[in-house]
């Protein structure tokens, strides 16, 4: 079965064909990253008429020669993301699979992150799913394609937010976490001493928490009487350094709450995803890890892209769950990426 998939939540215009859940035949993203780079983030609208200028290229380079009669389903992202993109991909889907007769197919942004890695891995179940993107900080137990448990999330800022923020407060542009992620490389870790983010106590012991973290850093600046901007920061020692400590902290944050998933359920196989997902301190220190199976996304598809939206419709379909267009769709500063947390118990 050959799934067209479209996806078009934030600022990548993307499609992709995939056969049978696994084999991407093809992936074809257009990054707007540069069209916002200058606003130093997205900027809805902009986002919005980029994806209607671009969607009917993308597609078409996705189909390729065999155009659409080779399609058997139509699979588009519902949300969450911002609603004016979205919408985009939603109205495009629904008219091609309305024209051609095709069946449609609603899948979640965050679940289709959480499948990437099954585009390119063999993975039995259960397992941990880290699912760590600009948007999104969460934990997850799977024991089914239909059956993932949210057991932790961040309570403020997700953590490739915190990337860009921190990239920007160093004047490094947008997106941040590859050039901060780059920058650290070169750095000494040890520059700045940062906070470990939240307790492993029982009501946190899988959330997360970037907001402190991200401020600290610009504290620890004024307190060092370093003065921002720094110019020519690409080649700035103390920005290495800054991006090397503020590095260390955020992954370092993602794999120990992951461990405290891994140690209490007993379940040794963790899987990452999304955009953070390419970091390569998070998937050098989770390689190094004993006793755990641990499964990476591919780097094409960490980021924004249409074949996991397609992987994942792929499963839906074969489970019969073919969701109505709720169109649960919000910005990023959403609730979802909000952990509900428990009041502390009182000792
Ligand atoms: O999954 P994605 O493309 O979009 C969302 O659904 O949010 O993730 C984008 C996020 C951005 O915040 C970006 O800075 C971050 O992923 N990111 C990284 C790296 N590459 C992208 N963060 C840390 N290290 C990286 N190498
Ligand atoms: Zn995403």
Not at 87 to 112: E, Y
Not at 113 to 139: C, K, M, Q
Not at 141 to 167: H, L, N, P, W
Not at 227 to 252: G, H, M, R, Y
């Amino acid at each position: 079965m050959k799934i067209l998939g479209i996806e078009s939540s934030c600022d990548e215009t993307a499609a992709s064909v995939v056969e049978d859940g696994r084999k991407v035949l093809s992936s074809v993203v257009f990054s707007q990253a540069d069209i916002h780079s200058p606003f130093n983030g997205v900027v809805p609208e902009i986002a919005s008429r980029n994806h209607a200028l671009k969607i009917l290229g993308v597609i078409e380079k996705a189909i390729g020669d065999g155009g659409l009669s080779e399609v058997d389903a139509i699979a588009v992202t519902e949300g969450p993301g911002l609603i004016g993109a979205l919408l985009v991909g939603i109205s495009t889907a629904k008219s091609l699979a309305f024209s051609l007769r095709l069946p449609i197919i609603a899948v979640n942004h965050i679940l289709a992150h959480a499948y990437a890695p099954h585009l390119t891995n063999e993975i039995p179940f259960p397992y941990i799913a880290l699912v760590v993107s600009g948007g999104h900080t969460l934990l997850y137990r799977v024991d089914g394609f239909q059956q993932m448990t949210r057991i932790g999330s961040t309570i403020d800022d997700a953590c490739g937010e915190a990337y860009d923020k921190v990239s920007k407060m160093l004047g490094l542009g947008y997106p941040g976490g590859k050039i901060v992620d780059d920058m650290a490389a070169r750095g000494d870790e040890n520059f700045l001493d940062l906070p470990r983010g939240l307790r492993d106590d029982e009501r946190d012991r899988y959330n997360f928490s970037y907001s402190g973290i991200k401020t600290a850093v610009a504290f620890r600046l004024k307190k060092k009487g370093i003065e921002l901007p720094i110019q020519n920061p690409t080649e700035s020692k103390t920005v290495w350094d800054v991006c090397a400590s503020f590095q260390k902290t955020a992954i370092d944050l993602l794999l120990r709450k992951t461990k405290n998933a891994v140690t209490d359920t007993k379940i040794n196989r963790v899987v990452i995803s999304g955009g953070v997902a390419a970091n390569s301190r998070l998937r050098a220190e989770l390689a190094k890890w004993r006793g755990v199976e641990t499964y990476m996304a591919a780097l094409p598809y960490c980021g924004d892209n249409a074949a996991m939206v397609a992987g994942r419709a792929f499963v839906d379909f074969q489970a019969n769950r073919i969701s109505d267009f709720s169109l649960d769709a919000f910005s990023r500063l959403s609730a979802l990426k909000k952990g509900k947390r428990a009041p502390r118990k009182k000792h």
